[in-house]
């Protein structure tokens, strides 16, 4: 386990697809896919951030179900990655709590799907990981993506994940939080062993 890493999963400040600041829809799919990956590739905790309160009681509901109710009896691997995670009101509140876990403040690394100025590639990223100097949040916005104010709260951006194949870039997050954690954490078919 990287006791370093966090993934945030922000559903506000995000666009619409109109460009507007909204707080998007939590969505099931979301809260277990991105912490069956989280738990695959050893994140320490998967943040949801929302402010609206009856989408915290939604998550704690989910939640509950998996770690303490039928769920987790009937499904006790989903419940070992459901235990990752934790629901904020905003990006400052979880890194308030990184900050008491660490006492080092945590750098955010916001991800996006277009080019930004101040992006960094997978491999200085993997390299701040593993050399585990400080924490790192790795933030990914819901809807149609980060506002302005959402980049303000980051430290710097992922560069995009990019096919050789195609041009089209709409992937959902829960897809995105798997590419990245996969491309910064993976194993290499020469660390699997021979096949």
């Known amino acids: 386990m990287f006791d370093n890493l966090y993934v945030a999963l922000l559903h506000y400040p995000v666009s619409n697809r109109n460009g507007e600041t909204v707080t998007a ?19 320490r ?15 704690d509901r989910v939640i509950r179900h998996w770690k303490h109710g039928y769920g987790g009896e009937h499904n006790p691997v989903r419940k070992e990655a459901l ?10 509140q979880f890194k308030e709590h990184i900050f ?10 916001g991800t996006s799907a277009k080019l930004r100025e101040n992006s960094r590639s997978f491999k200085d990223v993997k390299e701040m990981i593993i ?27 992922l560069r995009p994940i990019r096919s050789f194949a195609t041009d089209y870039n709409h992937l ?9 954690l996969d491309r910064l954490l993976g194993a290499q078919e020469s660390d699997c062993g021979a096949a």
């Not at 991105?34 to 590739?41: K, P």
């Not at 959902?172 to 990245?180: D, Q, Y």
């Open 25 to 43: 829809a939590i969505t099931n799919l979301d809260i277990h896919d991105i912490s069956r990956s989280s738990r695959a590739y050893g994140v």
């Open 45 to 59: 905790e998967y943040g949801i951030v929302t402010p609206i309160i009856y989408q915290h009681q939604l998550i």
């Open 83 to 92: 235990q990752l995670v934790e629901v904020y009101e905003t990006l400052e």
């Open 100 to 109: 008491k876990q660490h006492n080092i403040k945590p750098v955010v690394i």
């Open 131 to 157: 050399s585990r100097n400080s924490p790192i949040i790795l933030a990914f916005g819901t809807g149609w993506g980060l506002t302005l104010e959402g980049f303000q709260a980051i430290d710097f951006v």
């Open 172 to 180: 959902s997050v829960r897809a995105a939080v798997a590419i990245v």
